[in-house]
């Protein structure tokens, strides 16, 4: 963990570890402030970067400025970038991959089992891909698996241009992409500490959100025009290209700027038992739990976009491949507005949180209701800003409250339940609307979002003195050290 000089925690970084606001209340205010004075934390930087900590601010906090202060970071910057237009080149792929299964079947089934087949591999494998994340350089990782799913893009790209590709082909090239993601996911979530630091996380987490949802603002609208008039195989290839910017920028990073802690000590590798430990701290940490029981209806139930959108825009608006770019690219931009707003925040705080799940909840069930384009437009636009007020609160909230040696394992169960329960929502959703319709399925899963939401709240309001005392990860751990 990264820390300054002679720091400490106080009793209102305490109190706002999951950003929540407890100044209203006496006993919270009182209880933080002994937790503080108990356990004061010294704060200490790398070796490598004490210069730079004791140096005056350097002309790059200036240009960068709030919104963008993670960018300071070089290493932060070449991610970003790359990523930017690698990702733009996956949103191309989402719609071309759901439009060439329509093309090939027609079939609302068929669309919902691609989608389960890309993240049925996150399901499985993302809890073990989280102790290796833990384990592993996690640069050179990455570099694996965006070269993996390069290849992916490729291959597709191929089959389709040749004129020989059939349904299992998808099928296959899924499961290779939702492969790779399993292992990059939780790797590339726990990595971004280690470019920024805690300082900045908030606000690289914001940037993430917004530069996902700028690539998918851009790629899809490009990529409906290029399905439109250059075919499915246009996007595929242009994808597999987007991948060059991303390993170049990872190649190029300086290891001596990452914002790393020690590794565990060399030990025999126990993936069962590492994997149990972060489970285990996960489901005995309040601040965590929360979290987990929000996200794990939400993700399940509310985040099947590369479903829902292809089937609202055939089968409710009776729309073509163009405005399936522009259905998913108005979520994109709306997502992208509110990260924009969100990176300019130093906290994540309580009322975003359940203020964008609970937004999030209301607008998917309207899309249930409209049968108009434009206002299904609108709608989208507003559901993107929900649904990034709601998870990249959730994301920082929870790294924020899990130790440095557990983030990786952490973030895979977040990975998990964003991701990787899409296998299930996905098949529910495409099933679901076989037997009852696009409007009525997807006003069940809003529903069950709400129930969710419920859920979680109950638990809060039970557990908010816990929750409050394992915000901060750095608090806990002086603690027991203690």
């Given at each position: ?387 990034t007020a709601f998870s990249a609160t959730a994301n920082t909230s929870l790294q924020m409250a899990t130790p440095d040696h557990l983030r990786g394992r952490v973030m895979a169960l977040y990975m998990l339940l964003f991701a990787g329960s899409t296998p299930i929502g996905g098949f529910f959703t495409g099933f679901m609307a076989e037997h009852l319709g696009v409007p009525a399925t997807i006003g069940i899963e809003a529903g069950l979002c709400v129930l969710g939401l419920s859920a979680g709240l109950l638990y809060y309001l039970s557990h908010r003195r816990q929750v409050a005392a394992t915000a901060d990860a750095s608090v806990v751990a002086a603690g027991q050290a203690s």
């Open positions: 963990m990264v820390r300054r000089p002679g720091a400490r925690v106080h009793s209102t970084a305490l109190n706002d570890g999951l950003g929540y606001n407890w100044g209203g209340d006496p006993i919270y205010r009182k209880g933080a402030h002994q937790l503080s004075r108990r356990f004061p934390l010294r704060i200490v930087r790398p070796p490598a970067l004490e210069s730079a900590a004791a140096a005056p601010a350097p002309p790059e906090a200036a240009l960068f400025g709030a919104t963008f202060r993670a960018l300071r970071n070089r290493n932060y910057r070449l991610f970003y970038f790359g990523q930017t237009i690698s990702l733009s080149g996956t949103w191309m792929q989402t719609i071309a991959q759901a439009w060439l299964v329509l093309q090939l079947t027609n079939s609302k089934v068929a669309l919902g089992t691609v989608t389960m087949l890309q993240f049925l591999p996150i399901t499985i494998f993302v809890l073990f891909a989280g102790v290796i994340a833990d384990r592993v350089p996690k640069r050179k990782f990455i570099l694996a698996t965006q070269t993996l799913a390069m290849s992916q893009a490729i291959a597709l790209a191929a089959l389709v241009w040749s004129g020989q590709v059939e349904l299992w082909h998808v099928y296959a090239l899924a499961l290779v992409l939702g492969l790779a993601n399993a292992f990059e996911q939780p790797t590339r979530q726990a990595f971004v500490i280690e470019m920024v630091g805690k300082d900045d996380l908030l606000n690289a987490v914001a940037l993430n959100s917004g530069m996902f949802n700028a690539a998918r603002l851009i790629g899809p609208a490009v990529g409906g025009l290029i399905i439109a008039t250059v075919g499915v195989k246009g996007a595929f290839l242009l994808n597999g290209i987007s991948f060059l910017p991303v390993i170049t920028g990872l190649l190029m990073m300086n290891a001596a700027e990452f914002y790393t802690t020690k590794r565990q000590a060399d030990r025999p590798v126990n993936p069962l038992a590492e994997l149990h430990e972060g489970l285990a701290y996960a489901f005995r940490t309040p601040a965590v739990l929360l979290i987990v029981i929000l996200v794990a209806a939400i993700g399940m139930f509310g985040f099947n976009f590369t479903v829902m959108l292809p089937l609202v825009d055939r089968f409710v608006l009776g729309r073509g491949a163009a405005e399936l770019g522009f259905l998913t690219a108005a979520v994109g931009l709306g997502a992208l507005s509110s990260a924009l707003l969100l990176a300019r925040r130093a906290t994540a705080s309580r009322h975003t949180l359940f203020a964008g799940g609970a937004a999030f909840a209301v607008l998917l069930g309207a899309v249930a209701l409209s049968q108009w384009f434009y206002a299904t437009l609108l709608v989208l636009l507003l559901l993107g800003m929900a649904s």
